[in-house]
Each structure stands twice: as C-alpha cells, then as structure tokens.
C-alpha cells in the first residue's frame, strides 16, 4: 500500500511562507492499499488537494469509491469535506466512518454545511454519501482491508485507526495526549493542572488502560503516525490542550515496536527550520532504537509491504 | 486610519508554495486609526496572525479593546475567532458589530462554531476578555472606536453579506468582500451611491470572467464586476480582495493586470489599483 500525507498541521491551517516546505494544510493522510479505493484518515482542509487528484481519475467520471475515517470531528479534522470535490459529482460514492456522538453522525456533519455558515448544504451533495457509526474496538473491513481501532485521550474522545492491508500496516493516532497526567472527557479545563500530584487510582487505570490500548492497537506496525503537537517543554505549559509530544511518541513507538515513527499534527506557528530542529534532535535520541523516524510533511509518499 | 491586511484568500485557506506572494490566509483586515484605536474587519484564519502581533501591546496585559466588523458568518470569515489569543486574556474588550435581525441571534451563529462537537473551546462564554455581540442596523451610522461606520447589506449567493464604510476626519474606506450580483445587470445605484467617491474601495474580485461565467450562483465578482463599481462610483483607489483558492500567485498577477486594462479601458485610468498582499498596509 502506498500512504500520502495531504495535510500535517493541527488546528487550523497555516499558509505562508514559513510552513511551506511541510505544508500548512490541516490532518489528511490518504492510503491506497494496492489496485484498490482510496481510504483516507481525516478530512482537514489537505482534503480539498486530495479531492481535486482524484478527479482526475474515476471520480471525474462519477465512477470512485472512497472511504473517509475520521478521528474526531474538531474543525481542524473535518473543514476540507465542504471542499471536497468528489462530493459534488453524481454518481461517486463515499463512505464516512466516526465515532459515535450524541447525534447522528449526519447531522453532526450537516451542521458544517449549514446556512449562515456555508452555502451547500450537506444534502445537496450528488455522490452517494453513507454515514457509519463506530465505536472503540470496532473490527471492519473496507475491501480487502482491515480496519481496527481503539479510543484516544483527547477532549470530546478522539479515535486511533490501524488499516491492515497488503501485508502491511499504518496505525494513526492524532489527536491525543500522552496518558499520563489528564483523563480527558467533555469537560472543559479553563488552566493547566499540576503536573506533579499524583492522579486518582482510577484515573490512572483509566489512562493505563487506554495506553495498552494504542500499544496494542500500533503493535509492530510498519508506520505509526503520532500527534506531536508539541515539545516536551510546550506540553507541560499546555497539558490541557489534548496533545502529546516527540518524547511521548517514542515511548509509545518502543512499546509498540513499530518499524517507522512518524511525527505529525504540527503546531500551528512551528516553521519548517524548527520541524527540522525537532526531527534532528530527535533521530539523535531515537538512534538506539530499531525504528525511523520521520516527521509528516505534505507531498510524503511511503510504499508500505510489497511494491 | 492605516489598513493592514492579514488574509486575502476566499473560501478556505490556501497553504502551499503558489500562494505565498498574496497569501493563503481567509479575511481579514486591521484598521489603526488616528487615536490608536482598532477596528479589525472579519475573522478569517488571518486573525490569528494579527492576533499574535498585537500581544506586544496592550492587548498582551488585558488592556486592549477592539471593534469587529464582520461581513457575514461564513466560515472563511469567522474561522480565526476561537486562535485569537487576545480573547483569552482577560480585561481585554470587543464588540462584534455583524448581520443578523438580532444580536442574539448572530451571538448563537458564533456559538455554534465552538460547539463541542467541532472546538475544544466548546463555547464563546470560555473566552476570557469581554465579547459583546450586536446586529448591525444597516444604514444607520454608528460609531466604534472613535469612526463613523455604516453598514449596507449586498447579495451573496443564497445569502447576503454586509459591506462597511468606515470614516476618519472625512478620509474613507469601504470594505464589500463577498457580493456578487445575480444578474450581469451592472451593480445597483445605491451600492454605488454607498461606495461613492471613497479614498479606498476593497472589492470582492474572486474570479476572472470565465469562472465567475460557471459559478454566478455562489455570490463573488470578477474584476470586471469590482472596477466597474469602482469607475461607477469614482473612488481613488480600487483593492482587490477575496482571491479564489484555487487561483496561484501567477494567476492573480495576471488578476491585477486585467484589471488595470479593464480600468484604463473604461475610464478608470486615474484609479490607483492596489491587490490585496497579506502583511500590506494602506495609510488613508
């Protein structure tokens, strides 16, 4: 399978001339398992590039079938799907998968598409576009691929994927914070608790739980793609933000022996020379290890298993 | 009064290596004024940007206060609100002056950004400064920040989005982003009327004629269509604004110099023409 990175930024996009050797376009990582659909993780506004690629091909002609996962519905992770140029033209069919919510899914996703807020709605779309409701340790397939997937600790709950195809893997785990110091839920955490009291019993468990959870869920994968947000030193000012950082993600990737490691969700204001810093200091630190590490940036391709 | 722009692009912001001459970033644009007052004008992703700027100053210690002019509540135009760090900080103060038959109602628009489903903010009652919301009364002047503002509201597609003529000690600047008109009928006398004889005129010029020719329904202008209203309503300067997504550096260079042949072609020659480039600024 081949994985494309669209889009690598957390939290809104960034154009400008800083950002554009990574790319400030918002989560977007297209997998293409071998003679298959595309299926594609999260629809930040990389999505809209990707959408005009493959109108290029089947999609042009109302012919293409994609799948959409989508790892939670922050803005950041789903404002391309508006501009997603597939969506527009009858006959294509997409189908989006999320975790559950309070309301349907296509109403959640409507929302966007809603007067005052954008001019077409939802249900003007002429593809064919089915809404699938999943919930944490949910097994699928999509073609020939497996999809499994474990929850993440991230505000409103976020969903990690692993896509098995081809003889290969790539797990996706953005967005989310390390395990260690905040349960996150649906609260809303106004300032950055302490980070050296010790956590309630429970919350530990909760939090131990759903660590072994990712790890088993990236176990030996061939590419693990981490949301680091952040440094360790940004992290600790900002724990309550939902995101992890580079130190975290190595751990993880240890834990989990994954063949690659690839750092994603870039902060906003991070320029291309500090992503090229972090991935320096970073490859030092992570020498020892057996695994790669690579930082996201738009344009990657990474063939996954056999040619 | 001195204008800053902060974002250009229409629609969705536009990363990548063929917009960084003009910028990729969703509208928005600052007004100093003379007094140090600011009135910033829309709330696309380029707010965050002139939000970091303007942390060195008063805003950084929860002295600031601002106007917010905001055209219509599309995304492109509301997306920066919840990265503007000065909402953060409390003791700062802003008053969104914006569409809706109520103030109420347009305060529940911009609620519904920060829905949890969508932000981890999960409501505007998180921001920490002080955040007034109120309709605009279109036609009635009203004063912010010590400038003379009115409002006139424009067709936009399926919607309408208001444009704003802001005046200084009789120097003035129209904003009218997103309008475009139904019909190839030449913009109405009133809109001129509302434009006339400003120092500077920013004009939606989302399309060149051919584009606009296949999308008419969604509600942008040509360059045509901009210095058309521009000639129309003799202003001094004409900035185009609000470039399509898709349209690269090249392409909108290739905007500024049809537009300026349009100009000289119809009687427009002594029209400054000036294309909307993020970090410019324009003393009025």
């Known amino acids: 399978m081949k994985v494309r990175f669209w889009g690598v930024r957390g939290s809104i996009p960034v154009p400008g001339r800083s950002t554009s050797r990574y790319g400030g376009n918002t989560s977007c990582v297209e997998v293409r398992p071998k003679g298959a659909a595309p299926i594609i993780i999260d629809a930040g506004t990389g999505l809209r590039r990707l959408g005009k690629s493959l109108m290029e091909d089947a999609f042009g002609d109302g012919k293409g079938k994609a799948t959409i996962l989508i790892s939670h519905t922050h803005w950041d992770h789903v404002q391309g799907l508006p501009f997603f140029s597939p969506l527009y033209r009858a006959g294509n069919h997409v189908d989006i998968f999320a975790r559950q919510r309070d309301t349907h899914l296509e109403a959640v996703f409507s929302q966007q598409h809603d007067s005052p807020y954008f001019p077409v709605p939802l249900s003007a779309m002429q593809a064919d576009v089915q809404f699938h409701e999943i919930i944490e340790g949910a097994q699928f397939s999509i073609g020939k691929a497996k999809i499994t997937c474990t929850r993440l600790n991230h505000p409103w709950v976020a969903m990690a994927y692993r896509i098995d195809v081809d003889g290969a893997s790539v797990t996706y785990c953005a967005d989310t914070a390390p395990f260690t110091d905040i349960l996150f839920g649906r609260e809303f955490i106004v300032t950055a608790p302490s980070l050296d009291e010790p956590l309630p019993a429970d919350v530990a468990a909760e939090l131990a739980k759903m660590r072994a959870g990712v790890v088993a869920l990236a176990k030996q994968t061939d590419l693990l793609i981490y949301d680091t947000q952040f440094t360790l030193d940004e992290y600790r000012l900002r724990p309550h933000w939902g995101h992890s950082h580079p130190d975290d993600a190595i751990q993880i990737a240890r834990d989990a022996k994954v063949k690659r490691l690839c750092l994603f969700h870039h902060a906003p204001m991070r320029s291309d020379d500090d992503n090229d810093l972090i991935l320096a200091k970073y490859r030092e630190i992570a020498k020892p290890d057996k695994f790669e590490l690579l930082s996201a940036y738009e344009g990657l391709e990474l063939t996954l298993g056999a040619e | ?284």
């Open chain 2, 1 to 284: 009064m001195k204008v800053r722009f902060w974002g250009v692009r229409g629609s969705i912001p536009a990363p990548g290596p063929d917009t960084i001459k003009y910028g990729g970033n969703t509208s928005c644009v600052s007004v100093h004024t003379k007094t140090g007052g600011l009135v910033i004008i829309d709330m696309g992703t380029g707010l965050m940007h002139l939000g970091n700027s303007l942390l060195t100053g008063p805003f950084g210690k929860g002295q600031g206060r601002a106007a917010i002019l905001l055209s219509h509540t599309h995304w492109d135009h509301i997306q920066g609100l919840g990265f503007f760090p000065p909402v953060f900080i409390p003791g700062n103060e802003f008053t969104v002056w914006g569409p809706g038959n109520s103030s109420n109602a347009l305060e529940q628009i911009l609620e519904g950004q920060m829905d949890p489903n969508f932000s981890p903010l999960q409501s505007l009652k998180n921001f920490s400064a002080k955040f007034d919301v109120h309709a605009a009364v279109c036609g009635e002047a009203f004063t912010a920040e010590g400038l003379t503002i009115t409002a006139r509201s424009h067709p936009h597609g399926n919607t309408t989005a208001l444009a704003f003529r802001i005046v200084e000690d009789g120097k003035s600047f129209v904003y009218a982003s997103d309008v475009g008109q139904p019909t190839e009928e030449p913009a109405p006398a009133e809109m001129i009327e509302f434009f006339a004889g400003a120092d500077v005129l920013l004009h939606d010029t989302t399309y060149r004629p051919s584009d606009q020719a296949t999308r008419r329904n969604r509600g942008f202008s040509t360059y045509e269509d901009a210095a058309a209203a521009a000639i129309a309503a003799k202003v001094r300067r004409l900035v185009m604004f609000h470039y399509d997504q898709d349209y690269t550096d090249t392409d909108v260079d290739e905007l500024a110099e049809s537009c300026r042949a349009y100009l000289d072609g119809h009687g427009g020659k002594q029209i400054v023409l000036t294309p909307a480039r993020e970090g410019d600024e324009l003393e009025i």
